[in-house]
């Protein structure tokens, strides 16, 4: 079986610039989450979907960020103007929403913002 | 907020020694998760312990659920080069909120053959 596909693997861009982060979540997984992870703060969450609406945003940073989910197979995460401070590891998790489901996570996007 | 520490930070042994990471919060989680990361991937689930006290074992890997549900612990025996990662812990508050895991910032272990 297919796992969380994250797109691109590394991205190296300018600050200022617009920078898209793709997931497509396992089929049939329900909940979706993006992660962002640096050695200083380790694993952060900045959103949490459930049935393709975004249930908790409040670890979003600022307005910079935004994050949909036009449907259960493709979510995106955007950063306009990105900043140095925004390199990092992220993530994309999804699980089946029910107890304790386990999240199963990408193999990230390695983001370096010049 | 909920916090979970992690020690030590840095571990690295020798192939065949026994180890073990901890994972302490002064706050109560109604489970906990251990996760290992390996270079350039992302976290794998390895365990979710949900008891207090709760004792689970995979293989060469022990994990304990502490009483008061607010501590866990991984002990791998004879530990070997593949066990190599960085191993996470991670928190779910319960309720309504389950899906918001606090994670530790992990124990980067090597093993050296």
């Known amino acids: 079986d297919a796992g969380v596909i994250q797109s691109p693997r590394h991205e190296v861009t300018e600050m200022g610039q617009e920078v898209t982060l793709r997931c497509k979540p396992i089929?049939?997984?329900?909940?979706l989450f993006w992660y962002r992870q640096t050695m200083m703060r380790g694993l952060e969450l900045l959103i949490y979907?459930?049935?393709?609406?975004?249930?908790?945003d409040s670890g979003m940073p600022e307005d910079r960020f935004s994050a949909k989910m036009p449907n259960a197979s493709f979510s995106t995460l955007k950063i306009q103007p990105s900043e140095p401070r925004d390199s990092a590891v992220y993530f994309c998790?999804?699980?089946?929403?029910?107890?304790?489901?386990?999240?199963?996570f990408g193999d990230g996007t390695r983001l370096s913002i010049l | 907020t909920q916090l979970l520490e992690q020690s030590p930070q840095f571990l690295s042994i020798q192939e065949g020694e026994n180890l073990t990471v901890y994972c302490n919060s002064s706050?109560?989680?109604?489970?906990l998760q251990w996760y290992r990361q390996e270079p350039g991937e992302g976290p794998v689930l390895l365990v979710t312990?949900?008891?207090?006290?709760e004792v689970k074992k995979l293989k060469r890997l022990t994990f304990q659920f502490g009483d008061a549900r607010k501590d866990s612990s991984l002990h791998i025996t004879a530990a070997q080069p593949g066990d190599t990662g960085l191993y996470l812990c991670?928190?779910?508050?319960?309720?309504?909120?389950?899906?918001?895991?606090?994670f530790g910032k992990g124990t980067l272990l090597t093993v050296n053959p």
């Open positions: 998790a999804s699980s089946k929403m029910t107890g304790n489901q386990p999240q199963h």
């Open positions: 089929s049939g997984h329900n909940s």
């Open positions: 979907f459930n049935n393709n609406v975004p249930i908790d």
């Open positions: 706050s109560v989680f109604s489970s």
């Open positions: 312990v949900v008891t207090g006290g």
């Open positions: 991670a928190g779910a508050p319960g309720g309504g909120s389950n899906y918001k895991l606090t």
